[in-house]
């Protein structure tokens, strides 16, 4: 009898030793909720978004409290942003996420600018009082046309430029989908060639990297100009394309010989073709 109230004993103290451990190892594991978010990779102390993107900035002060509440402070201007999630700001961008079965909460920025950048703080309403903060970083989201800033083509052929604008490794959100336009302009122009116009065609493409292209299917002496590619929430880009005839070969000069000599190369090679 005393034997088995022995290996009783060691049994029992086994199965506590076992819970024990599997609650540490549970405080310490990482925490997948029903949203799909991550606990252990979403607290980070700096943060860096695209402008015209979503900025999310993450607080996991409630993740061993789940009973904490948290409030968001903007601390270039001190200003109270929210409380739990009620937002107090005006500026319909910003909203908080509550993702109970995590702990975690998200302070979220839409259509981020480049003024938002700065150092966001999050505070718990436990005692003592706990904080943390967020450095938010904000890159501007710039479109590029493709290839040279001077484009020379003989009249008749065709154009075609194709303007890329990077949305970051997180791409757009679906209010950006919803959104985002893309217009090409001529000498400042917009350029609408309407759905009939078989000449002038224009193609928008919305993915991970927001995608324009015009294609102007047989060039004339008057399509030559300053064409810009210009996107919602990003920097423009331009480019100038000369449109040349047989009658003025490549006189046309640039402000240095070396690119004039190029430049006449490369044109009367347009005109032989």
Request: aromatic share 6%; glycine share 6%; with cysteine.
């Amino acid at each position: 009898n005393k034997m088995c109230r022995i290996i009783l004993l060691v049994v029992v103290l086994s199965c506590c030793i076992s819970s024990n451990m599997l609650s540490m190892d549970k405080s310490k594991r990482s925490y997948i909720g029903n949203d799909g978010v991550k606990s252990d990779s979403l607290c980070q102390s700096n943060v860096t978004a695209k402008a015209g993107m979503v900025a999310r900035l993450f607080c996991c002060l409630a993740v061993q409290n789940r009973d904490i509440v948290i409030s968001w402070v903007r601390r270039q201007d001190v200003v109270i942003l929210s409380h739990g999630t009620t937002v107090f700001t005006s500026d319909s961008r910003f909203s908080v996420h509550h993702y109970s079965d995590l702990g975690v909460w998200e302070l979220r920025i839409r259509l981020v600018a480049l003024t938002d950048a700065g150092l966001y703080e999050c505070q718990g309403n436990s005692s003592p009082k706990k904080q943390s903060s967020v450095k938010l970083a904000v890159e501007d989201t710039v479109a590029v046309i493709a290839g040279p800033k001077h484009r020379y083509i003989p009249a008749g052929q065709e154009l075609e430029l194709l303007c890329l604008v990077n949305l970051g490794p997180h791409g757009p959100d679906d209010h950006y989908r919803e959104t985002a336009v893309l217009h090409w302009l001529v000498n400042r122009r917009i350029i609408d060639p309407g759905p009939e116009n078989l000449r002038v065609k224009i193609k928008n493409i919305v993915g991970d990297v927001f995608q324009g292209n015009l294609v102007i299917k047989t060039t004339a002496v008057s399509d030559t100009g300053n064409y810009s590619c210009v996107p919602s929430y990003a920097t423009p880009d331009w480019v100038m394309v000369h449109v040349i005839t047989e009658d003025e070969p490549a006189g046309l000069q640039l402000h240095d010989s070396s690119s004039s000599c190029s430049m006449r190369v490369i044109l009367k090679r347009f005109l032989v073709a």
